[in-house]
Structure formats: structure tokens, C-alpha cells
T-cell receptor, first 112, second 113 residues
Framework: GENVEQHPSTLSVQEGDSAVIKCTYS??????FPWYKQELGKRPQLIIDIRSNVGEKKDQRIAVTLNKTAKHFSLHITETQPEDSAVYFC???????????FGEGTQLTVNP | DTAVSQTPKYLVTQMGNDKSIKCEQN?????MYWYKQDSKKFLKIMFS???????INETVPNRFSPKSPDKAHLNLHINSLELGDSAVYFC????????????FGQGTRLTVV
């Protein structure tokens, strides 16, 4: 089955800096890669996703890049703000009909 | 107008008891899930139902039994609770399995004492 590894497990940045979280996956047939943000005590919520037919997707201060050859994808957050502090999960799936496998999460702390 | 709602939000119970967690979604999704999040924050899938049929059943003790009376509801019953069952349990739903956004409930923090 799919195995998704996520690094780093913790990340601390200064407000205004950029943050990058990286994930690798094992199943070359995976084609859907969402990112979820989970604030303390809250539910995970989708912030951005990418499908294997594109290499990059942006939404304001967040972007995701995908390298299918190397089987890795990354989340980029620019101009970080204290409210970006949360646990971020990457995930991968083969698409419709398959399970979503989550990475182990990255605790991002943005220091004011 | 909560999309995925689960009850209760907190559950404290003694070892050996039997308890249930209920989940309902009003998004019209065909697929529902139960995830367990342990103290290290890892999200591990337990079960998935599609149109009331079980399609994913991870290596979960058979003390855990999901029930889906209709595609809008997926309940989780746990027998003979153990200390190691303490975790946050999330219900979620999606339009189809795997390839689309999953919407999570607010979680149920289960503490077994």
C-alpha cells in the first residue's frame, strides 16, 4: 500500500519568513495530494490540493509543488503569520476508490 | 449548519465499559470514515463506508464495530474499552473514496480511565 513520509516533524520560523514542508510517497500510481491544516483542538481542514497532471498550484500565500519522477511534493507558505501555527498533514491517494494515506504531520510554530 | 457532526465531543469512561460515538453528515456524500488520532497526532484510518457498505477495514481490534444505518450516518461502537483506546476519534466524509476533499467532524476525545 501507499506510504507517505513527511519532514520535518517540527518547524519553527519567525513571522514573515517562509516555511517549507516536504513529503515523499511510495506508490507511483498515486495522483491526488491534499494538504490539511489542524489548529490546536480543532478538526483537520483542507488548505490546498494538487493532482498529478500539474506541477504547481498556488493560493495566495500557500503553494504546493509536485515532482512525480522523484515522488515528492512540498507545501510552501510565504510571509508566515502567527495564525499559520498549526499541525500540517500531507496525504496521498490513487484517486477515486482508494484510501487517503496521511503523513505523520508537521507542527509549525510561527514566532511573532 | 455543520457539515459533519459527531457526538459526544468528550467521553470519559472506565476500562471495560462499552461506548458509542455518533456521526452524521449533511453534505450528501457517499463515503464516510473513522480516523483515530493518537497523542502523537498521527491520523490513522480505521474504517470507511461507501453507500452503507464497508470498503476499508484496517487492522483494528474487533472490539470496534462501525455501523452505517444510511449513507448520512456512521456510528462507532467500542466494546470492553482499554486504556490504549484513549485518543481523539474523527469522523469524516467525502464525495468519493480517496480522490476528493475529506470533511472532518470536530472530533471526540475519548479518555479511558
Amino acid at each position: 500500500g501507499e506510504n507517505v513520509e513527511q519532514h520535518p516533524s517540527t518547524l519553527s520560523v519567525q513571522e514573515g519568513d517562509s516555511a517549507v514542508i516536504k513529503c515523499t510517497y511510495s506508490d507511483s500510481a498515486s495522483n491526488y495530494f491534499p494538504w490539511y491544516k489542524q489548529e490546536l483542538g480543532k478538526r483537520p481542514q483542507l488548505i490546498i490540493d494538487i493532482r498529478s497532471n500539474v506541477g504547481e498550484k498556488k493560493d495566495q500565500r500557500i503553494a504546493v509543488t509536485l515532482n512525480k519522477t522523484a515522488k515528492h511534493f512540498s507545501l510552501h507558505i510565504t510571509e508566515t503569520q502567527p495564525e499559520d501555527s498549526a499541525v500540517y498533514f500531507c496525504a496521498g491517494a490513487r484517486g477515486s476508490g482508494s484510501r487517503l494515506t496521511f503523513g505523520e504531520g508537521t507542527q509549525l510554530t510561527v514566532n511573532p | 449548519d455543520t457539515a459533519v457532526s459527531q457526538t459526544p465531543k468528550y467521553l470519559v469512561t472506565q476500562m471495560g465499559n462499552d461506548k458509542s460515538i455518533k456521526c452524521e453528515q449533511n453534505l450528501g456524500h457517499d463515503t464516510m470514515y473513522w480516523y483515530k488520532q493518537d497523542s502523537k497526532k498521527f491520523l490513522k484510518i480505521m474504517f470507511s463506508y461507501n453507500n452503507k457498505e464497508l470498503i476499508i477495514n484496517e487492522t483494528v481490534p474487533n472490539r470496534f464495530s462501525p455501523k452505517s444505518p444510511d449513507k448520512a450516518h456512521l456510528n462507532l461502537h467500542i466494546n470492553s474499552l482499554e486504556l490504549g483506546d484513549s485518543a481523539v476519534y474523527f469522523c469524516a466524509s467525502s464525495q468519493v473514496v480517496g480522490g476528493t476533499e475529506a470533511f472532518f467532524g470536530q472530533g471526540t476525545r475519548l479518555t479511558v480511565v
